[in-house]
């Protein structure tokens, strides 16, 4: 799989190469600059972008808006943002088209190798992952005045929060040591609960689900 | 006779004569639209007129400030930025009426000096014969009877004695003008002392708060990112000497020491977030307050009419942290189940208001947080104002003067 990545700091940068290819990712280009991610995109059409939010030379969202920018041109273009912080504002502009094939993650979630590479390969098959921070945000929000989900039992908070992050039936049940059809039980309840429609697809799944916790605002 | 000399005379008799012009005319209509305008604001018409003609007449007082540091070197002060009060207005209007008066001698004076004694040189060459045949008083040139040729030759001598006079006064009597305007038009001592006053108090409340704000920044890395490190460089030597003799308490180990990194990760997060949101810096002020309301537990609409258009960085600081307190105070305090957020610039002021729905009843008083934001802003000479009747709703209003690049 083709890899372009977009990070200014060269530590960082750097480890994230030994990373990917550790995990056979082939590193198209490394970019360390806007324009150079925009021209790196054009030209060497890889499979997905890893893009850290601010870049030189502006310092400012330019990583953001060049991944923002390449979705447009192609839509459902698969782009994994990195970021020191996250923020509702920039994870509702990365999943307002809905073609999925987006991720929003914490720098942090470097440490685990593992989960990472993951959550990389399922933004790569068109998946959406999002930030366990960003999902405990907007649970924490919508807990205060939202009567359905005050109704899930502790259990169902927590697949829901797993749920919302990206992951399948199989990982959840693999994270919280039980098995796949119980994980199965407590989506179906979710989602009956909340008065979703039932999808087998996962990546409409999470779709529902974050819409769902974001609506209103 | 030295000809530069000359002809700074005879310049500053020229501006002295378009000064009494203008003086005259420019100040007079003014002053008469001005009072008409002022008289008719009870009955509605002036208050669309009053604006109008008020710029009219800074416009005016504007141009003589500039002739007066061009022709004289005299430095009229403007009001304090601000402050365009009534106090300001009817001074505007005192030295209209001052300028088509007084003002308009004082031009004239220099002026007359230079032309006058051409009509007396005129009267002794012969331009008395137009006025009298000899035989009477046909002409007053200044205080001298004309009545012939001998009495035409005094008119000239006192046309040169003017003309002398002239040669040495005309310059000072022209600055005679303008310090009589900066007399009347520049704003008293009383107000330059307030406002002295005012930048004292606001620059030790910036010095005292930018003091506390460091005092916490350097307490919350000594006991959060430092110490954490601190521990995690520990950890990692422990594991290094474990790494051996006990591999399954080293990955123990390890495993705390990835925790610790990320609390001390996130630890400077929040410390961040604290000295300058990253949001502002990435989006400015509009996208950081719309983020900023999407961490509210409350639901928060944010209007923005300058999208896309930046302040100085330390205005945008200090608005968005003003926003926040004002944020954080109504959900603390409001009991509001909606809070809308409206930031607007026009002519140089950014004005933010913050309106809830709850119980009202909040006050700028001491210790409360909305008196610590009206100081910080008093800084930028931002202000606050707070609308909180019992039972609601409260709008609290902000305003700091600035311009949008």
Redesign the interface.
Known sequence: MRVVLAEDLFLLRDGLVRLLEAYDFEIAAAVESGPELTKALAELAPDVAVVD??LPPT???EG?QCALRARRERPGFPVLVL???V???YARELLADGSGGVGYLLK?RV?DAEQFVDALRRVAGGGTVMDPQVIQ?LL??RA??DRPLGRLTPREVEVLELMAQGRSNAAIAGQLVVTERAIGKHTSNIFAKLGLEVSDDDNRRVLAVLAYLDQ?? | MDMNRARTVVTAGLRGLALALLSLYGSLVLFVLMVVSLVLVPVGIGLITTPWVLAGVRAHADRRRLFAVEWCGVRIPVEPSGAKSWKGTFRLLGWLFVDMTAGFVTALVPAALVFYPLEGFALAFGLWRVFTDGTYVGWWYGFVPVSGQGSALLAGLLGVALLVASYFLTPALLRVHFLLTRAVLAPGQGELAERVRVLTETRRDAVDSSAAELRRIERDLHDGAQARLVAMGMDLGTIEALLEKNPAKAKELLARA?RS??EA??EL?DL??GIHP??L???GLG?AV??LA????V?TEVDVDFEGGRADAPVESAAYFAVSEVLTNAVKHSGA?RIWVDLHHAEGLLRISVTDNGGGGAVVGAGSGLSGVGRRLGTFDGVLAVSSPAGGPTVVTMEIPCVLS
């Open positions: 939010v601010r310092h400012t969202d953001l970021s020191q912080h923020e509702q504002l942090d440490f945000q924490a929000r205060a005045d209103g605002r | 990835r990194s990320a990760l996130g997060r961040v977030r990253p949001v810096a990435e989006r996208d719309r983020a999407l961490r509210m537990p639901p189940d």
